[in-house]
């Protein structure tokens, strides 16, 4: 691990001096590239160098426990040795998780879709649930989020929603909700008072730039139709909606957010791009399962992930076994705690099979 650690400090150094000249700074794609190399390495360089002083005040500890004669002095540098050593020890398990290669893809902003599933209207309100959940973690996040094609179910929800997410690491850390999010409570359509399971089903999807995904325009079928949002002076009065239809793959986008047909086109594509793009890491990621099978990170659509329990007010994440008793507060949106557990877990997988830089 020190070799790593004095080869990535002497990385940084390089970068130190790079980031400060004309021909890059005038780059802006170069800059943006470098700069985020050098805010990666230097929090890494950060914990080693602490790791160092550490370590050197632990040897110069140990050195006066052995040297030194006064027994109060002596004392007093076990006490110090007892507070260094776990200290340490933290700090190289810090480490150990910085040096795990992160995801190329955790920077990217996402292209959120939820979508009610069984159920019927009680999925499509428990998706609605969902969303207003979601919305409420980007405003603590910071992050801006943005509708762009939605159906409204028959007594309120969604039966599908997309949004775009914007900010600093959301794939990162939206990535480990991608799955079927079950719930069981009373239906507000239930006469009897009885307790029904529905499911909703959330993907994620890193979002995609041109350069990632080629989609040749004539293989896209673009159709416009007249907007069915509530409110607003163009809705059923101009056909700003598109639709496309990507012909190969058989994959179909909506738009209707805008008022504008060519912004709701370029947004379509943007999600059409992101789902073809999310075939492509799938492929790849299928192919890294045939050598490991992630608990926490496989993505699929398919696998049930959390469960909602309202009479009882719990939320069980199934993956990692993490159960509380405070869905109102994880309704408002708190559901840092289960990312971060998420993402221990996953890190401790990774770390198990010696995956570093």
């Not at 990621?285 to 926490?296: E, F, H, L």
Request: aromatic share 6%; proline share 3%.
């Amino acid at each position: 691990m020190i070799d790593k650690l004095e080869a990535i400090k002497e990385r940084f150094e390089e970068v130190s001096q790079q980031i400060i000249q004309p021909e890059i700074v005038s780059d802006s794609a170069r800059y943006s590239k470098i700069s985020k190399e050098y805010k990666d390495l230097g929090r890494i360089v950060e914990q080693y160098n602490l790791y160092l002083k550490i370590q050197k005040d632990i040897a110069g500890t140990k050195e006066l426990i052995t040297t030194e004669k006064d027994e109060e002095l002596r004392e007093m540098a076990k006490e110090e040795l007892d507070e260094l050593t776990p200290k340490l020890e933290e700090l190289e398990q810090s480490i150990k998780e910085l040096l795990i290669p992160k995801d190329p893809n955790d920077s990217r902003n996402i292209i959120l879709e939820i979508r009610g599933g069984t159920g019927g209207d009680e999925a499509a309100i428990f998706a609605g649930d969902l969303f207003r959940m979601y919305q409420r973690f980007f405003e603590k996040m910071g992050w801006r989020s943005s509708i762009m094609d939605f159906t409204e179910g028959t007594n309120g929800g969604y039966k599908e929603i997309i949004c775009k997410v914007e900010g600093e690491d959301v794939y990162g850390k939206m990535k480990f909700e991608s799955g079927v999010h079950r719930v069981q409570r009373v239906p507000q359509t239930e006469s009897q008072g009885r307790i029904h399971t529905s499911a909703a089903s959330v993907a994620v999807l890193p979002e995609a730039e041109e350069v990632d995904v080629q989609i040749n325009m004539n293989d896209v079928r673009v159709d416009t139709f007249q907007s069915s949002g509530a409110g607003g002076q163009s809705v059923n009065t101009t056909y700003s909606a598109v639709r496309l239809t990507h012909i190969p793959s058989g994959l179909v986008v909506s738009c209707q957010d805008e008022r504008s047909q060519l912004k709701n086109k370029d947004r379509a594509l943007s999600v059409l791009r992101s789902r073809l793009y999310e075939i492509k890491l799938k492929e790849h990621n299928d192919a890294i399962s045939s050598q490991r099978k992630s608990m926490v990170g496989s993505g699929d659509r398919s696998d049930k992930i959390r469960t909602y329990n309202y009479p009882q007010s719990r939320i069980t994440d199934h993956r990692i076994g993490y159960t509380v008793y405070n869905l109102p507060a994880v309704m408002e949106g708190d559901i840092a705690e289960f990312i971060e557990r998420l993402r221990i877990a996953e890190n401790a997988e990774r770390m198990q099979e010696g995956e570093t830089v």
